[in-house]
């Protein structure tokens, strides 16, 4: 289990951070620009779920590795954005597989920090939207999150949602959490390719 959630929160940075430099890539900063961005992106997520449960200090901080997967990507996009253009859509892809992973993966470790089933939830779904959250701040773009055309935190609460559900009702625990991995990217990935968003507000000029 602790070898799965680790490895689930090693991936989730690694493709945040990548999102991240692809980002700064495409704002045409140079590489430490590059390298600031992967790590907050990659990062904040994390921390700031770590600090909301008590956990101190931050996993992020206080292991090497997710610094040194941090620069891995942003090491990766600089001397092969063309290739990691080519594999996918630069951002959206991998801020989407990121947001599944670092969703499931964070509201496990909030359980495991004794949070309600329902606050573990909401803790997976900022662990999931934070890093992408400072990305755009950084770049000075409205957060996806806010945007009223995506399925952005609302993926990560139902990915979270079915991680927590599925570990307090004991099923089994890798189909559980990358089924709810598996889920809550396909809900934010149809939302880019389809158009799929919540309702919004009907205005009087409508």
């Known amino acids: 289990m602790h070898l799965l959630l680790s490895g689930l929160e090693l991936a989730g940075t690694f493709v945040f951070a990548l999102s991240g430099a692809m980002a ?34 931050p996993l992020a ?6 610094g040194l997967v941090t620069m891995l990507a942003a090491l990766v996009v600089f001397f092969g954005y063309r ?4 594999i996918a859509r630069p951002v959206g892809v991998f801020d989407a597989a990121g947001l599944s992973l670092f969703a499931v993966g964070g509201s496990i470790r909030a359980l495991e920090f004794g949070i309600s089933p329902v606050m573990a ?3 997976g779904m900022i662990t999931g939207i934070g890093g992408g959250i400072m990305r755009d701040v950084l770049i000075d773009r409205l957060p996806m999150v ?12 139902l990915g979270s949602g079915v991680a927590v559900t599925g570990v307090t009702l004991n099923w089994p625990f890798a189909p559980t959490v990358i089924g709810a991995a598996a889920l ?10 389809r158009g799929w968003h919540l309702p919004v507000p009907r205005l009087y000029n409508d």
């Open 121 to 123: 939830a909401v803790m």
């Open 184 to 193: 809550c990217f396909f809900v934010r990935y149809m939302a880019m390719r």
């Open 61 to 66: 901080i206080a292991d090497v590795r997710y």
């Open 146 to 157: 806010l945007a009223p055309t995506e399925l952005y935190a609302t993926a990560a609460l």
């Open 24 to 57: 700064a890539a495409q704002k045409r900063l140079d590489i430490f620009g590059l390298a600031v961005l992967a790590f907050a992106t990659g990062t904040v997520g994390g921390i700031t779920r770590d600090l909301l449960i008590g956990a101190t200090p």
């Open 83 to 86: 290739w990691v253009d080519r």
